[in-house]
């Protein structure tokens, strides 16, 4: 009798342990279905931007960065993020502390210790202002002017906000708060599974 109630008991908690699974990866975020981000170097943008006019989002990142990471498992991979930055915006990676010349602007910027240890580029600083904090995603208008720095890691839906803020001009007359209050966006919201386990009957 007692190994007939373990056995049904084991039973439920597999079948609660399944629905929690199950509910779990019905609330992750949608699968990029076939949509990626198109990631270019700063010199690229900058040769693209000669020939077709877009504006260019820059997420300045490093190795080390474990919120860069996930930032690249969660939003940039985010089919409604992806689509929106490929059609919009020309987007760069940006290693803070790559060793490589760029030259832009009648200037090359270069890491000026390059073979020590988490020593940052100078463009790096220079499209943060030397407030290097990572994750921190930059945007610039169509002319490399800058817009505005969004440091530290952003959901999908915190992003989506941001990307379409500047991408449909919006940003010359409106306020961010009054945008960001009214604004209805696509993404869908991953939801936190439950908490607790039910209780179960003995």
Not at 166 to 182: L, R
Request: charged share 20%; proline share 7%; glycine share 4%.
């Amino acid at each position: 009798m007692k190994t007939a109630k373990l056995v049904l008991v084991l039973c439920l908690s597999g079948l609660i342990l399944s629905g929690f699974v199950l509910l779990k990866s019905q609330n992750a975020p949608a699968a990029p279905e076939g949509v990626k981000m198109k990631w270019y170097t700063f010199l690229e943008a900058v040769e693209l931007n000669k020939k077709e006019k877009r504006k260019i989002f820059i997420d300045v990142y490093t190795d080390w960065c474990g919120w860069c990471k996930v930032m690249d498992k969660n939003t940039f991979a985010n089919p409604v993020v992806a689509k929106y930055m490929n059609e919009k915006y020309y987007a760069v990676k940006l290693n803070a502390e790559m060793k490589d010349t760029v030259f832009f602007n009648n200037y090359n910027f270069v890491n000026p210790s390059p073979n020590t240890p988490r020593s940052t580029h100078q463009l790096a600083s220079s499209l943060l202002n030397n407030k290097l904090s990572y994750p921190t995603t930059v945007f610039l208008d169509e002319n490399f002017a800058l817009l505005t720095q969004v440091p530290g890691y952003k959901k999908p839906e915190e992003m989506e906000v941001i990307m379409k803020f500047f991408g449909e001009n919006v940003y010359p007359n409106t306020k961010w708060e009054e945008y960001n209050k009214t604004f209805k966006g696509e993404v869908v919201p991953a939801q936190p599974a439950p908490a607790t386990a039910p209780v179960i009957p003995h």
